[in-house]
């Protein structure tokens, strides 16, 4: 059992790692109520540490090859199984984990979909297809979405707005993908579909020759509209959550959108230099969504979701 004293140790310690981790997503956070805003930084940091374990980084930065994957996989997969058991862990960031699970009752399938992508980078798998692509990024951000809604107070049997999260999650791995081209690259991965490759007539480890740059650029602007698709799906589901978490999802959609848009309107250039956001354009996107937060069951109608979008695992 978790006292008050511990709760708040591990509070302030995932709020440490998210300011951190993600500007982007510590300034969304904010908007929350103050109980749904520690969930969020409490789950927040049991994915950036694993995601560190994996691929030797410090809060995401320093990203590199490891020697010793599988057992680092194997270290991630039993402090995980003992955080959804309920047991003490004695490290800040998966003890946050048994929290957020039991005052939430999450699936514990979530959390171990999510391993289960690091072990898809760690087995060095590539997508042959789209298809492929959208499965590797449900297991990396998908399922995070699914996770992040129950901590909203979503019911973890509501599928339909469980699927317009996990459609939000798609939509920031593929902007991220698309941003990251250039240092998945420096690493030795790709996660452009092969069959996407063979149609640009590129070989994969060699995408980034600047004589392909133009193909290069067509299949950056394919990963932002099909971002955009899950983008624009992930909105109607806002209109199920409270107020401050509506504000606080489209700000992040804004935030994450813009990463999408930018790397599509520079074509060529786009891996020139890094795309972000300056402090000024965040707290933009976040005015703006505010206004959308308000507005959300005027501006996104209660349309069933598109059957064409590719849709989460459910068994």
């Not at 606080?248 to 994450?256: C, K, M, W």
Request: charged share 25%; aromatic share 8%.
């Amino acid at each position: 059992m978790t006292t008050d004293l511990d709760r708040t140790a591990l509070v302030a310690a995932a709020r440490e790692s998210i300011a951190k981790g993600s500007k982007s997503f510590a300034a969304a956070s904010t908007l929350f109520d103050p109980a749904t805003r520690e969930r969020a930084w409490l789950l927040y940091a049991w994915c950036r540490r694993c995601d560190d374990i994996a691929d030797g980084q410090d809060h995401g930065h320093t990203m590199s090859r490891v020697d010793d994957a599988p057992a680092r996989l194997a270290e991630m997969r039993a402090m995980t199984e003992a955080a959804l058991a309920g047991e003490v862990v004695g490290d800040p960031a998966f003890d946050g984990l048994r929290v957020v699970a039991a005052e939430t009752a999450m699936p514990a399938r979530w959390p171990r979909d999510l391993i289960a992508g690091f072990q898809l980078d760690a087995d060095e798998w590539r997508p042959r297809s789209e298809d492929d692509l959208y499965r590797y990024c449900y297991h990396v951000a998908g399922v995070v979405g699914c996770m992040m809604a129950v901590v909203m107070g979503v019911p973890p049997t509501d599928d339909a707005t469980l699927d317009r999260a996990c459609d939000l999650g798609l939509a920031f791995q593929l902007s991220n993908i698309a941003r990251d081209l250039d240092e998945d690259d420096r690493a030795g991965r790709c996660y452009l579909p092969v069959d996407w490759l063979v149609e640009m007539d590129m070989p994969p480890g060699e995408v980034l020759k600047p004589h392909f740059r133009p193909r290069l650029a067509i299949l950056g602007q394919r990963l932002a509209t099909r971002a955009a698709a899950f983008e624009a799906s992930a909105r109607i589901g806002t209109r199920a959550l409270s107020l401050r978490s509506a504000w606080a999802v489209l700000s992040a959609a804004n935030i994450y959108g813009a990463i999408g848009r930018t790397v599509a309107a520079r074509g060529a250039t786009a891996w020139d230099r890094r795309v972000t956001t300056s402090k000024a354009q965040k707290v933009g996107f976040i005015a703006s969504a505010g206004w959308q937060a308000v507005r959300r069951h005027a501006l996104y109608d209660e349309a069933p979701r598109d059957t064409a979008l590719w849709k989460r695992p459910k068994d």
